[in-house]
Every structure is written in C-alpha cells, then in structure tokens.
C-alpha cells in the first residue's frame, strides 16, 4: 500500500523549461512534506521542504506548491538545467511518528541540454 | 565532514549466505535508519532505531535484522539472504524522529544469486 503516490515516473524536458512533478496523499496525519534530490550513485539528499500551514515555499529555481485540500503537493523547477538530472522523491512525515518519512515511488527527470 | 558511511558498496553473494552491511555516522545523531530501493517502488524503511538499544520495524523488515550497540553505529544483518533482497540498500540517520530530515549514505547495491 503505497501512501504517497508520485507521478509521472521519468519526465524528459528541455534546458530553461519548467519541470513539475506531483504528489498526492491520503494520511492526514502527515505534517511535514520534503522533497530528497537522488543523483547516480549518490544517496537522496534534502533538496526543499514545506509544512502544511503555507501554500507555497520557493528556494532558488525549486518550489513546493502545497494544496491541503486536495491533499496534493508538487516540485516545480524553474529553468531547468542539465544539472538537475536527477532522480526526485517527495515525502512525507507522520506527526508524532518515530518512523520518519514515507517516500513515493521516485521520478527520473533528465534535462536535455 | 559530517557523513554517513556504508560498507561494502558493492556485494554479491549467495542464497543462503549470511551477511553484514556495516552503516556509521559521526554526526552524533540519536535516529538511524535502513531503507532498500527498489524500481517504482521508491524507498522502503527496513528498520529504524531512535536510540542505543532501542529498535523498531519499519515497513518492510522480514528477514533482516538490526542492532544498536554504538551511537554511531547501525549494522543490517541478512541471516539467510534470498534473491527478493536483491536491492540498493541505504542507511541514514537524523539529530531527532521530529526533524524529518535524513542523512543519507551512498547506498550498498547486494546482489543475490
């Protein structure tokens, strides 16, 4: 049972383009939504996250949009570089929870130069 | 610098044959964690510890085994591996369960045959 479905699963998209990548969930019991950055032979690294209290969080080129009632959340990546290939899961967090994140199923995102 | 470190990065073995993938983080961090990654399937929390002796299962624990006798130590044990535990396997760690942010290792890909 996956409790955080992520789409779409590869996304092929030109340099300076725009990126998105969307999440939705069913628990609403999470409280906490990151999204973890993956490059080839490397670990998942924090890239940008949001609680549920603010609609939008902006890092740099990278936002999290964030609709509680439709219990959806997504990345978007502005001007997206050849740098940005990478493989992208959101998360999220059960409040109260020792047991950490719960991730989605991961999306490949290659930027063509 | 502050990371975590997994050995080995590469293995092979095979049904049957027991084995230890060592996990250690000099960040003095309390919560450890093991996850496997499999294709569309994202990351899967095998089992976690949020402290020195204290473990608990994650989402996907049968046929592994942990311990927590160090801090900065967090060892996953095959006792018999079986070809289904053929995956990327990744250790990480956080200062607290409340952060919801993880270190990841490089990850450890166990192939068996």
């Known amino acids: 049972q996956q409790q955080v479905k992520q789409s779409p699963q590869s996304l092929i998209v030109q340099k300076g383009g725009i990126s998105i990548i969307n999440c939705a969930y069913e628990n609403?019991?999470?409280?906490?939504?990151?999204?973890?950055?993956?490059?080839?032979?490397?670990?998942?690294?924090?890239?940008?996250?949001?609680?549920?209290?603010?609609?939008?969080?902006?890092?740099?080129?990278?936002?999290?949009?964030?609709?509680?009632?439709?219990?959806?959340?997504?990345?978007?990546?502005?001007?997206?570089?050849?740098?940005?290939?990478?493989?992208?899961?959101?998360?999220?967090?059960?409040?109260?929870s020792a047991r950490q994140l719960t991730f989605g199923s991961g999306t490949q995102l290659t930027v063509l130069p | 610098e502050a990371q975590v470190t997994q050995n080995p990065r590469y293995l092979i073995t095979v049904t049957g044959k027991k084995l230890t993938v060592t996990c250690s983080q000099n960040m003095n961090h309390e919560y450890m964690s093991?996850?496997?990654?499999?294709?569309?399937?994202?990351l899967r929390q095998i089992y976690y510890s949020m402290n020195v002796e204290v473990t608990d299962k994650g989402d996907v624990p049968e046929g592994y085994k942990v311990s927590r006798k160090e801090k900065r130590n967090f060892p996953l044990i095959l006792e018999s591996p079986s070809p289904n535990q053929t995956s990327l396997y990744f250790c990480a760690s956080s200062l607290g369960r409340a952060t919801g942010e993880l270190f990841f290792g490089e990850g450890s890909r166990l192939t068996v045959l």
């Open chain 1, 28 to 96: 609403t019991a999470f409280d906490y939504f990151p999204w973890y950055q993956q490059f080839p032979g490397k670990g998942p690294a924090l890239l940008i996250a949001i609680r549920p209290d603010v609609s939008e969080k902006k890092e740099g080129r990278f936002t999290i949009s964030f609709n509680k009632s439709a219990k959806q959340f997504s990345l978007h990546i502005m001007d997206s570089q050849p740098g940005d290939s990478a493989t992208y899961f959101c998360a999220a967090k059960r409040a109260y």
């Open chain 2, 34 to 42: 093991w996850y496997r990654q499999d294709p569309g399937l994202g």
